[in-house]
């Protein structure tokens, strides 16, 4: 089951989006099959957590943000007066991803379960590609944009996630000499390829924290030798997804191809990212439209979509001082979305404001300052626990590394794009976050060798139980 589990979960988030855009007449609600997996999850990890106390293996600190998160959450509700089904759909936002997190401390992964899941995510890359050339060449060859090329996931934000994990993985395998150099220049060139075709102009950027964190796991051991392979490696794989960019995506009407335009502030940081839309003052509305004319002036200075950054603002603007116990709380799990709930009040932040576009600004508005802070926190501790873990001398230290690297990447595409809505990339946080968390737990609470213990006062420093003390 430790395998299957997750294996049909991947399975279906990867593929539910294109099988219900390639036949339409499906029914809308199949749309929720995830989610009754995530359910059957969540009960066989219930019952083997109890039936072997396995429980007692989830780290404290772990806990304490659940119940946090769980209180500010329950604050939130009464203190807007949130609707059971709007809770319902909050509930499935944010907390469905917790028995995922918690699979890997019901069942051990072991290293040969790890190789299997691993094969099942080169698996998922593989099939990108020709998806992707696909719907850039045939499909969609009469759209100019890349926006419709999602392989078999449902955005290109996804998609370049997933992708730069996987390349950013292959490095931390190459650099620990665990894959040869041809094996992770095909792996990376599989990657690149459908990230490019989806022209998701933040990819770099997802490389660039990827490799950083890579460089931190591994600081003080990478040799000026394999420092000059990976830089190597990434020229190579940024100089493809530019080429490609500027073959397929650069514009007749002045653009000087991808490199022009993240280094102009009109077109890349003003267009994108901030036009200085700030929020009007909060008041509630207890109306239930999509609103709209007027009443979004209300709560904008312009009645148009905001850049990431003005999203980030909006919450800070409209709540903190006007309305500082909803700064606090937010206004309440699932009252700023509709992905069922009509009696969502403050729909208007999402539909037309655009105020919640990026998963951080979603929380803010949400769960208020301190719901975004401890799922922060939550964040942190899988990247400082995935961090202690690769200090391993071992295969499983270079999995830890992988881990912390690829959070990286999660941290900036929460400031990217609501990753809470792309479902693959929180599964895959959750998944592989919490093997790391769960490897680490379990090696700190081994019990020491009898040939590694102290002899006539001298100190033993084996680098599992190093590590997990660091960790504690």
């Known amino acids: 089951m430790k395998i299957a589990l997750p294996t049909s979960l991947f399975v279906g988030v990867f593929f539910l989006s294109l099988i219900m855009n390639q036949y339409p007449d499906l029914p809308p609600r199949l749309g ?13 990890v219930g019952l083997r957590l109890i039936a072997t106390g396995n429980i007692a293996t989830i780290p404290m600190k772990y806990i304490g ?70 719907q850039r060449f045939s499909e969609f060859s009469n759209v100019f944009t890349g926006d419709s090329v999602t392989g078999s996931l449902a955005t290109t934000a996804a998609l370049a996630v997933f ?12 650099l620990d000499k665990r894959i040869s150099m041809v094996t992770a220049a095909v792996l990376c060139l599989l990657a690149i390829f459908p990230t490019s075709l989806g022209e998701t102009k933040v990819t770099p950027f997802f490389l660039i924290v990827g490799a950083a964190g890579i460089l931190i796991a591994r600081w003080g051991s990478v040799s000026k030798q394999q420092l000059i392979m990976l830089s190597s490696v990434g020229v190579l794989v940024m100089g493809l997804f530019v080429g490609i960019y500027d073959v397929l995506y650069s ?12 280094t102009d502030k009109e077109r890349m940081f003003d267009n994108y990212n901030y036009k200085g839309i700030t929020a009007n003052p909060f008041e509630p509305i207890r109306e239930n439209p999509h609103v709209v004319g007027t009443q979004v002036e209300e709560y904008a200075s312009e009645p148009v979509d905001v ?18 116990l909803r700064f606090l709380f937010g ?13 969502a009040v403050y729909r208007y932040v999402k539909f037309e404001l655009g105020g919640a576009s990026t998963g951080l600004s979603f929380l803010m508005w949400e769960t208020g300052i301190l719901g975004t802070l401890f799922y922060l926190l939550f964040m942190y501790f899988v990247s400082r626990d995935s961090l202690a873990l690769s200090r391993e001398a071992s295969l499983t230290g270079t999995f830890g590394a992988a881990v912390f690297a ?67």
């Open 406 to 472: 690829c959070t990286t990447i999660v941290f900036l595409n929460i400031i990217y794009t609501n990753m809470f809505h792309q479902q693959t990339v929180p599964i895959m946080f959750a998944f592989f976050g919490g093997i790391a968390v769960a490897q680490l737990s379990r090696t700190r609470m081994a019990p020491v060798p009898e040939k590694e213990r102290p002899v006539a006062g001298i100190p033993i420093s084996p680098i599992s139980h190093e590590t997990a003390a660091r960790s504690r």
């Open 307 to 324: 850049g990431r950054l003005d999203a980030l603002r909006m919450p800070v603007d409209s709540l903190m001082m006007h309305a500082p």
């Open 163 to 174: 992708c730069s994990m996987c390349i950013v993985a292959a490095l931390c395998y190459l």
């Open 65 to 134: 943000v659940f119940l946090g998160f769980v209180y500010v959450t329950i604050a939130g509700a009464l203190i807007n007066g949130v609707s059971p089904d709007v809770i319902f759909a909050g509930i499935r936002t944010y907390f469905k991803y917790v028995p995922i997190f918690l699979l890997p401390f019901a069942y051990n992964y072991e290293r040969a379960d790890l190789r299997k899941m691993l094969g099942l995510m080169l698996g998922l890359l593989v099939i990108q590609t020709p998806l992707t050339l696909w």
């Open 251 to 262: 514009r007749d009407d002045g653009n000087t191809g991808f490199l022009g335009l993240i």
């Open 331 to 343: 206004l309440g799990i699932g009252n700023t979305d509709s992905s069922f709930g009509e009696g």
């Open 32 to 44: 929720y099959a995830p989610d009754l997996m995530i359910g059957c999850i969540a009960l066989f």
